[in-house]
């Protein structure tokens, strides 16, 4: 309203519904369209809009609003407010419905060069009253009826000739006439419910309608169950209910709060309802034409959609997959899983539809239809199932020649797993996902080439065990991936080949094969050569092939395998390039592998490891060490190597084996061994060299000696001090004792040879206070040894004196 030059919204006062409907209806008067379609409470959620405050009262005949308590009105908008609501009319632009209180009901007027004129009698029949109440928002046409007060006689008016299927009625043929008959009044059912704001009526808001206004349904009580919404769909001239949802609005709004216990068998929401405020609303989406029935579930069932006013099946023989895709679309049920004809009673008649569907529709009454030109006879009734999901494929797991579904892999055979289905809708790849049930999970995709995919592994091995899962994406739906298929994958550590000789090693001797659950040797043939060794050495972790050779059986011929071949080297598994067969041979195959030595040990006596589990030593500068390589007894003779790999430098030293043991000595260690050392064994056997090295170790080495004169001075820098009392290192510093009785000049010169600290001048006892914590000495020594620890040893004792010893050094 405009009022003192500014326009406001009139916020009235609330007043019972069919008084809001007088307000409507002057203001559709005043505006100069027809009648009242609806009226609603409209809410601004985020602020409260400038109002005027009216509170006069309108009997609903007035030509403005000003009209209304007109000695009212002016004292009465006067006031500024505030508000978060306002009333939103609707009203109908061109028909309008006079003479009734009830805004569904009333003679039939339509605008014509900005004036209403009356609807002629002839011509305005059922078809025309369901169009009227179809553009006023109401519901199919009740009755007939005389309006009251409405003069009889000839009058200019509007004749119209409607189909019924028209939105409005001037879509309707028509023609204006000097003298007719006014129609009678018409009396349209009232809507209770319906769905506001969505794309079409069958989806949006629920809302009812009291006296006129429509305010949205407040399940405060949660008393609404699934069997109501689907009454619900019913009467807003939809089909089964799809979805339906609770959502919260910022503040509330005046709503009808809904009940449901007018009658505990009814699925009907019960009225009046109750005026009252609320922060939610109801949210529903219901099939618009098409619908399932019969079926265990909405999403399956025979089909039926909706003709005129009533439902009717769908042929089977018109009916194909591209419609059973469209079909379970519209209905939000997801994928096509099956569907068939089945004789249900159903009559069909030539006016059904019948659709041409290419699958990209969203709704089945989207497709192209024409109507049914068949017989009763012909036809059975479409029964339809739908899922959320795709339907799983297949999937298979491929061993040369074999195919398993619960599958064993021997360890490095090649394997393939082939995912798969059969569909009348093209799909676009699959997706193999593998160790689905750790934190390492890989995929592949592959494009589907006529609905399969194969996934191949070169050959299997530890990672490989686990399990598979296969799912796969139509080409109309790429981000929804089908039900997964699961197989769980098992490798074998089952040796199929093995070589046999007396000395049981397992790189050199007699190919023998395992098939069908029987070992036999192999036939010596043209298929088998170098390539067929060097697959098989490899397959049994032993290296490469040296020699492969014919061995023949002097007791004549023996039962084996003959071997055919189709391989070129590089496999991981002698069966995968070949094949055997019963044979009976005296000449079999003997191969030997470039690891039949055994891999040696090395180790470094006396000297404190790193730890249990490393493979290191630690040594103080100056100490002596020994390396010592060994073998298991497998071949005689044979030498070993001691390989030094340190800064900038590669050393190697070299010694017969004796008793399958070299010893390599050291002496004076310093910087310049520390480093990498392993040790390499040499054999000449089978008419070849051959070597085996062992792990590494490595040798660190202390920039400082594991003794040291202390002569009880302070210094800032560590000036090495060549004369003092004696500390020996073993897990700490401690005195050596003077009660040893084999301490003399020789161990002392070793102490000062040691240090750097030239030879020994002296060496005297050293008297304590009291007893302290020390080493005792025990010694092998002949004065000649780099290091006093390389001779002796030590263990703790308490003693009251100490060793001194004084060097030539400074």
Same mark, same amino acid.
Request: aromatic fraction near 10%; proline fraction near 3%; charged fraction near 20%.
């Given at each position: 309203?405009?009022?003192?030059?500014?326009?406001?919204?009139?916020?009235?006062?609330?007043?019972?519904?069919?008084?809001?409907?007088?307000?409507?209806?002057?203001?559709?008067?005043?505006?100069?369209?027809?009648?009242?379609?609806?009226?609603?409470?409209?809410?601004?959620?985020?602020?409260?809009? $400038?109002?005027?405050?009216?509170?006069?009262?309108?009997?609903?005949?007035?030509?403005?609003?000003?009209?209304?308590?007109?000695?009212?009105?002016?004292?009465?908008?006067?006031?500024?407010?505030?508000?978060?609501?306002?009333?939103?009319?609707?009203?109908?632009?061109?028909?309008?419905?006079?003479?009734?209180?009830?805004?569904?009901?009333?003679?039939?007027?339509?605008?014509?060069?900005?004036?209403?004129?009356?609807?002629?009698?002839?011509?305005?029949?059922?078809?025309?009253?369901?169009?009227?109440?179809?553009?006023?928002?109401?519901?199919?046409?009740?009755?007939?009826?005389?309006?009251?007060?409405?003069?009889?006689?000839?009058?200019?008016?509007?004749?119209?000739?409607?189909?019924?299927?028209?939105?409005?009625?001037?879509?309707?043929?028509?023609?204006?006439?000097?003298?007719? %008959?006014?129609?009678?009044?018409?009396?349209?059912?009232? $809507?209770?419910?319906?769905?506001?704001?969505?794309?079409?009526?069958?989806?949006?808001?629920?809302?009812?309608?009291?006296?006129?206004?429509?305010?949205?349904?407040?399940?405060?009580?949660?008393?609404?169950?699934? !069997?109501?919404?689907?009454?619900?769909?019913?009467?807003?001239?939809?089909?089964?209910?799809?979805?339906?949802?609770?959502?919260?609005?910022?503040?509330? =709004?005046?709503?009808?709060?809904?009940?449901?216990?007018?009658?505990?068998?009814?699925?009907?929401?019960?009225? $009046?309802?109750?005026?009252?405020?609320?922060?939610?609303?109801? %949210?529903?989406?219901?099939?618009?034409?098409?619908?399932?029935?019969?079926?265990?579930?909405?999403?399956?069932?025979?089909?039926?959609?909706?003709?005129?006013?009533?439902?009717?099946?769908?042929?089977?023989?018109?009916?194909?997959?591209?419609?059973?895709?469209?079909?379970?679309?519209?209905?939000?049920?997801?994928?096509?899983?099956?569907?068939?004809?089945?004789?249900?009673?159903?009559?069909?008649?030539?006016?059904?539809?019948?659709?041409?569907?290419?699958?990209?529709?969203?709704?089945?009454?989207?497709?192209?239809?024409?109507?049914?030109?068949?017989?009763?006879?012909?036809?059975?009734?479409?029964?339809?199932?739908?899922?959320?999901?795709?339907?799983? $494929?297949?999937?298979?797991?491929?061993?040369?020649? =074999?195919?398993?579904?619960?599958?064993?892999?021997?360890?490095?055979?090649?394997?393939?797993?082939?995912?798969?289905?059969?569909?009348?809708?093209?799909?676009?790849?699959?997706?193999?996902?593998?160790?689905?049930?750790?934190?390492?999970?890989?995929?592949?995709?592959?494009?589907?080439?006529?609905?399969?995919?194969?996934?191949?592994?070169?050959?299997?091995?530890?990672?490989?065990?686990?399990?598979?899962?296969?799912?796969?994406?139509?080409?109309?739906?790429?981000?929804?991936?089908?039900?997964?298929?699961?197989?769980?994958?098992?490798?074998?550590?089952?040796?199929?080949?093995?070589?046999?000789?007396?000395?049981?090693?397992?790189?050199?001797?007699?190919?023998?094969?395992?098939?069908?659950?029987?070992?036999?040797?192999?036939?010596?043939?043209?298929?088998?050569?170098?390539?067929?060794?060097?697959?098989?050495?490899?397959?049994?972790?032993?290296?490469?092939?040296?020699?492969?050779?014919?061995?023949?059986?002097?007791?004549?011929?023996?039962?084996?395998?003959?071997?055919?071949?189709?391989?070129?080297?590089?496999?991981?598994?002698?069966?995968?390039?070949?094949?055997?067969?019963?044979?009976?041979?005296?000449?079999?195959?003997?191969?030997?592998?470039?690891?039949?030595?055994?891999?040696?040990?090395?180790?470094?006596?006396?000297?404190?490891?790193?730890?249990?589990? !490393?493979?290191?030593?630690?040594?103080?500068?100056?100490?002596?060490?020994?390396?010592?390589?060994?073998?298991?007894?497998?071949?005689?003779?044979?030498?070993?190597?001691?390989?030094?790999?340190?800064?900038?430098?590669?050393?190697?030293?070299?010694?017969?084996?004796?008793?399958?043991?070299?010893?390599?000595?050291?002496?004076?260690?310093?910087?310049?061994? =520390?480093?990498?050392?392993?040790?390499?064994?040499?054999?000449?056997?089978?008419?070849?060299?051959?070597?085996?090295?062992?792990?590494?170790?490595?040798?660190?080495?202390?920039?400082?000696?594991?003794?040291?004169?202390?002569?009880?001075?302070?210094?800032?820098?560590?000036?090495?001090?060549?004369?003092?009392?004696?500390?020996?290192?073993?897990?700490?510093?401690?005195?050596?004792?003077?009660?040893?009785?084999?301490?003399?000049?020789?161990?002392?010169?070793?102490?000062?040879?040691?240090?750097?600290?030239?030879?020994?001048?002296?060496?005297?006892?050293?008297?304590?206070?009291?007893?302290?914590?020390?080493?005792?000495?025990?010694?092998?020594?002949?004065?000649?040894?780099?290091?006093?620890?390389?001779?002796?040893?030590?263990?703790?004792?308490?003693?009251?004196?100490?060793?001194?010893?004084?060097?030539?050094?400074?």
């Amino acid at each position: 309203m405009k009022h003192q030059g500014e326009w406001r919204v009139l916020n009235i006062e609330e007043q019972e519904t069919w008084i809001n409907i007088r307000y409507a209806q002057v203001a559709c008067k005043q505006m100069g369209c027809g009648s009242v379609v609806s009226i609603a409470q409209s809410t601004n959620n985020t602020n409260q809009q $400038p109002a005027w405050e009216g509170h006069f009262i309108c009997r609903g005949d007035e030509s403005t609003l000003k009209e209304c308590d007109s000695t009212r009105t002016r004292r009465r908008v006067q006031g500024k407010r505030t508000s978060a609501y306002s009333l939103e009319v609707i009203c109908s632009e061109s028909v309008r419905l006079l003479g009734q209180s009830n805004v569904c009901a009333g003679h039939v007027e339509v605008k014509s060069d900005r004036r209403w004129i009356s609807v002629c009698q002839d011509g305005f029949n059922s078809e025309a009253a369901e169009v009227v109440c179809k553009q006023m928002g109401c519901g199919p046409p009740d009755d007939f009826m005389e309006s009251q007060g409405k003069e009889k006689g000839l009058v200019l008016g509007k004749q119209f000739q409607c189909k019924g299927n028209e939105s409005r009625l001037d879509y309707c043929a028509s023609s204006v006439h000097n003298n007719c %008959t006014p129609a009678s009044a018409i009396s349209c059912s009232l $809507p209770d419910v319906r769905l506001w704001g969505g794309e079409n009526h069958c989806k949006g808001t629920l809302q009812g309608n009291s006296d006129g206004e429509w305010r949205p349904l407040a399940d405060v009580w949660h008393m609404l169950m699934p !069997q109501h919404f689907s009454d619900i769909c019913r009467k807003v001239d939809c089909a089964d209910v799809i979805s339906y949802s609770m959502n919260h609005l910022p503040q509330s =709004q005046p709503a009808w709060e809904v009940s449901t216990d007018c009658d505990e068998t009814s699925s009907s929401i019960c009225k $009046p309802w109750r005026s009252r405020h609320s922060a939610s609303v109801i %949210t529903v989406t219901c099939s618009e034409a098409v619908r399932l029935v019969k079926g265990s579930s909405r999403c399956s069932g025979q089909l039926e959609v909706k003709s005129g006013q009533s439902w009717v099946s769908v042929c089977e023989a018109f009916f194909n997959s591209e419609a059973a895709l469209v079909t379970c679309r519209d209905l939000d049920c997801g994928f096509p899983h099956t569907y068939y004809g089945k004789k249900s009673g159903s009559h069909f008649q030539n006016t059904d539809p019948v659709f041409a569907c290419d699958g990209t529709e969203k709704r089945l009454m989207d497709c192209p239809s024409t109507t049914l030109n068949a017989t009763e006879s012909e036809c059975h009734s479409i029964y339809l199932t739908c899922t959320a999901l795709p339907t799983e $494929p297949h999937i298979s797991v491929h061993v040369q020649d =074999q195919l398993w579904d619960r599958p064993q892999v021997l360890k490095g055979q090649r394997f393939a797993i082939s995912c798969g289905f059969s569909s009348p809708y093209k799909i676009r790849f699959f997706r193999l996902k593998s160790a689905v049930y750790t934190g390492h999970q890989t995929e592949q995709i592959l494009p589907a080439v006529d609905g399969r995919a194969i996934f191949m592994f070169p050959a299997a091995g530890d990672v490989h065990r686990g399990t598979y899962e296969c799912s796969y994406v139509f080409d109309f739906s790429p981000g929804i991936f089908s039900k997964s298929h699961a197989i769980f994958v098992t490798v074998k550590e089952h040796k199929d080949v093995r070589l046999v000789n007396e000395a049981a090693h397992s790189c050199v001797g007699r190919v023998e094969v395992e098939h069908q659950k029987e070992w036999r040797p192999v036939s010596y043939r043209r298929s088998w050569s170098l390539k067929e060794a060097t697959v098989l050495c490899r397959q049994l972790s032993c290296g490469s092939a040296v020699s492969t050779s014919k061995l023949d059986n002097s007791a004549g011929l023996l039962p084996v395998w003959r071997f055919y071949s189709d391989c070129d080297g590089s496999e991981q598994a002698l069966m995968d390039c070949g094949t055997v067969d019963k044979w009976l041979t005296s000449s079999t195959v003997e191969v030997v592998c470039s690891d039949i030595l055994l891999q040696p040990n090395i180790s470094v006596p006396y000297v404190r490891k790193l730890s249990d589990d !490393q493979q290191g030593v630690l040594l103080f500068k100056g100490r002596s060490f020994i390396i010592n390589c060994s073998v298991e007894a497998q071949y005689p003779g044979g030498h070993f190597s001691v390989i030094f790999t340190g800064l900038n430098q590669t050393r190697s030293y070299t010694k017969a084996a004796v008793n399958h043991s070299a010893y390599f000595s050291f002496t004076a260690a310093d910087k310049s061994l =520390q480093g990498n050392y392993s040790c390499v064994y040499h054999n000449f056997v089978f008419n070849h060299n051959f070597s085996a090295e062992s792990q590494n170790l490595s040798l660190t080495v202390f920039d400082t000696e594991d003794v040291k004169l202390h002569d009880g001075v302070l210094r800032e820098d560590d000036r090495k001090v060549c004369a003092g009392k004696l500390l020996v290192f073993r897990d700490e510093w401690l005195p050596l004792s003077a009660e040893s009785t084999v301490w003399d000049l020789k161990h002392a010169s070793l102490v000062c040879r040691q240090l750097g600290c030239g030879s020994a001048v002296s060496t005297r006892e050293i008297s304590l206070h009291t007893n302290e914590t020390m080493f005792r000495f025990f010694s092998d020594c002949d004065g000649s040894e780099s290091a006093l620890l390389d001779c002796g040893t030590m263990k703790s004792w308490f003693s009251s004196s100490a060793v001194e010893v004084v060097c030539t050094g400074d």
